[in-house]
């Protein structure tokens, strides 16, 4: 069955302390998708990053950075130089394909991130 | 501006009765999807649909329902057979259901039992 697991749930750092969010995923498929997505206070979720499975370049944009290592299950999102704005509820979530054709998101249980001024 | 707008922001139900939650896009999105949102429990899917006319059960669908006679709309009606409503609730809705598919959210309904 799939699984998404952020364990930290709760992280608080000084504005200016680098971050990483973790996420550990399992599946028996070959091909999926994963994504992150930040909520801000306002609730809704924004998407920041979506990698499929067969894709395992590191990526980078701006202050934010995603770690995919396939041999570890993992899909690790880091802030460097964190800033108050990051503070937010921050989801991992996979999606394959199921054997019907259809597909379903499973979504982590998210990490709440405060960055402290 | 194309987004999901969700109405109300806040909802409050008496014992034993329905509500509606709106959800309304203008993304010319296929499919479209209800989640409910409890602490600490991430993101759990209701319903969704790909087509108008068509829906689906996700993994919690007791004591909801959904309608979709237009592929704008998406509306959820929490029925007095969902016994534990109080959570925050999240329409979404992407492209043709692909599992590479970005899902756009809206700002949530936060329902409330009185």
């Known amino acids: 069955a799939q699984k998404v697991t952020q364990a930290q749930t709760e992280i608080s750092v000084v504005e200016k302390e680098d971050v990483t969010l973790d996420c550990v995923y399992e599946t028996r498929d070959t091909t999926y998708y994963l994504f992150w997505y930040k909520q801000p206070p306002s609730g809704e979720l924004v998407f920041l990053i979506r990698r499929n499975s067969f894709d395992e370049q590191n990526e980078i944009s701006g202050r934010y950075s995603w770690n995919f290592q396939k041999s570890t299950s993992s899909f690790n999102f880091t802030i460097t130089a964190s800033q108050v704005v990051d503070s937010a509820v921050y989801f991992c979530a996979l999606s394959e394909v199921e054997g019907s054709g259809t597909y379903k998101y499973i979504f982590g249980t998210g990490t709440r991130l405060k960055v402290l001024a | 501006d194309g987004g999901i707008t969700q109405s109300p922001k806040y909802l409050f139900r008496k014992e034993g009765q329905n509500v509606t939650l709106s959800c309304e896009q203008n993304?010319?999105?296929?499919?479209m999807y209800w989640y409910r949102q409890d602490p600490g429990q991430g993101l759990r899917l209701i319903y969704y649909s790909q087509i108008v006319n068509d829906f689906q059960k996700g993994d919690i669908a007791e004591g909801y329902s959904v309608s979709r006679e237009k592929k704008e709309s998406f509306p959820l009606t929490v029925t007095s057979a969902q016994k534990n409503p109080t959570a925050f609730y999240l329409c979404?809705?992407?492209?043709?259901?692909?599992?590479?598919?970005?899902?756009?959210f809206g700002a949530g309904t936060r329902l409330s039992v009185l």
């Open positions: 979404a809705s992407s492209f043709a259901e692909l599992a590479k598919n970005i899902q756009y």
């Open positions: 993304l010319n999105h296929d499919a």
